[in-house]
């Protein structure tokens, strides 16, 4: 599938985004081993969440999906099934992450995988807490990467770890072989990173604790089902507050948007580059607080970008690299070398595809340099099968000189399936067509 845009008038209107990734992912996995049925509201139908679904049921969980919520029959603590065939992750990171710190508390054998690109992520940095917890954990490259054999035991032990980098999905895998566990289980990050699990654990009621950067959650406690009303992802929505930023003549409103302080770093990024972005109506629905989102154009300039605040921006920054290169003067990303391993190597991805636009972008080793000109020429893009590059190159479309065409669009389905129709709703001029068709 291939997109092609052409740049003109301003985007307006007002609109929603998906439900948030992170949230219906742990919505469903939290649902699959409470006791009653979770109703989630706003579930994120993207293919990531839909490989979550997948690998539930493949564990023996009931599923009713309707067009008001999926329904999640919980099987408790403990009770999953053994699967007959192996688990399919697909390209999510956060299935097969999340996954293996429920399996690793079942006392049964797993074998899960993904696809090409899943198969080449580090899956070390999980497995070696849950080894020491107690689980048995094999994989290719010396038990780093998929497909990993999984073989889960009921008598799992608490631990005490400290995170080497800032990783949600590894907190979060450590949190929830932690509900199996003997006692309290300890899990420190060095700077803060999205904690949608700990309040989600919260609402579901496990006993868990935070104290500054230290989780802690005691083993044993049934989880009870809930109602779970998922907010709009705000990874999805930078891509159209990027665009109202820097598109002349626009002006969108974003409805029920989650501004997660875990998750904001694109407000706090495109606040420091000048952005006119207001937040209104703040709410909270199941402990994640949430808000209206209005974006106008405004006059970037360029900034740093480094440090604590790189964890909760870090999916963002495709999207920042293409507000930057119109921005007047230099942004500098740096501290961001976690980008090399998300579903391509996004850093040589970025840089590849912005200077085929024009854009003068400097790759170094865990960042980027961005000396912003205001201009982005027309070309023709990869998206490199990521979802966040196909969409940011989207948006680079349309403030370049002339019609953009990206190749392989079909990832976007990954976090946004209604990517394209929003843009067009907002009023961009944009179309897809298959690679059997010709223009």
């Not at 992520?121 to 080894?131: T, Y």
């Not at 929830?176 to 006692?183: M, R, S």
């Not at 402990?287 to 870090?314: F, M, T």
């Not at 003067?329 to 391993?341: N, Y």
Request: glycine fraction near 10%; aromatic fraction near 4%; hydrophobic fraction near 40%.
């Amino acid at each position: 599938m291939k997109l092609r845009i052409f740049p003109g008038h301003g985007l307006a209107g007002v609109c929603k985004v998906p439900g948030d990734k992170s949230i219906s992912h742990r919505a469903a996995l939290l649902g699959a081993i409470a006791h009653g049925s979770t109703d989630i509201v706003n579930f994120l139908q993207g293919a990531d969440c839909r490989s979550t679904l997948g690998c539930l049921k493949a564990l023996g969980v009931k599923i009713k999906e309707s067009t008001e919520a999926v329904r999640v029959v919980g099987k408790g603590l403990g009770g999953l099934t053994e699967p007959l065939t192996v688990l399919d992750a697909g390209n999510s990171g956060t299935t097969i992450r999340l996954l293996l710190g429920i399996l690793a508390g079942h006392d049964f054998f797993t074998v899960i995988t993904g696809d090409d690109s899943l198969r080449r992520r580090p899956m070390a940095r999980v497995i070696k807490p849950l080894k020491e917890m107690g689980a048995q954990i094999w994989g290719r490259a010396n038990d780093s990467k998929a497909p990993l054999a999984v073989k889960g035991t009921s008598e799992l032990t608490s631990i005490t770890y400290t995170l080497p980098v800032a990783s949600a999905q590894v907190k979060s895998a450590i949190l929830l072989a932690g509900l199996y566990a003997q006692g309290t289980t300890q899990v420190t990050q060095p700077v803060p990173c999205r904690d949608h699990t700990e309040r989600m654990l919260q609402a579901f009621g496990a006993d868990v604790e935070v104290d500054g950067m230290t989780v802690r959650i005691k083993g044993g406690k049934d989880l009870h089902a809930q109602k779970v009303m998922v907010p709009g992802d705000i990874s999805a929505a930078s891509f159209l507050l990027v665009a109202g930023s820097v598109v002349p003549g626009s002006d969108i409103l974003i409805r029920d948007v989650g501004i997660n302080p875990t998750r904001t770093g694109i407000l706090e990024v495109l606040d420091m580059m000048g952005a006119k972005i207001d937040v209104y109506n703040e709410r909270t629905w199941n402990g994640e607080p949430v808000a209206d989102l209005h974006v106008q154009p405004a006059g970037l300039k360029g900034i740093r970008i480094g440090g604590e605040l790189i964890p909760r921006v870090i999916d963002e920054i495709p999207v920042i690299a293409v507000a930057a290169s119109v921005a007047e003067g230099t942004t500098e990303i740096s501290d961001a070398a976690e980008l090399r391993v998300k579903e391509t190597d996004r850093l040589k991805a970025i840089t590849c595809e912005l200077q085929k636009m024009g854009v003068a972008i400097e790759e170094k080793p865990d960042g980027l340099v961005i000396r912003g000109t205001g201009r982005i020429e027309k070309a023709t893009v990869d998206s490199w099968g990521d979802h966040r590059m196909a969409m940011a190159l989207a948006i680079a479309g349309l403030v370049a000189s002339g019609e953009t065409i990206i190749n392989d669009t079909a990832c976007i389905d990954v976090s946004f399936p209604d990517f394209q129709e929003t843009l067009r709703g907002l009023g961009a001029n944009l179309e897809n067509w298959s690679d059997d068709e010709t223009i």
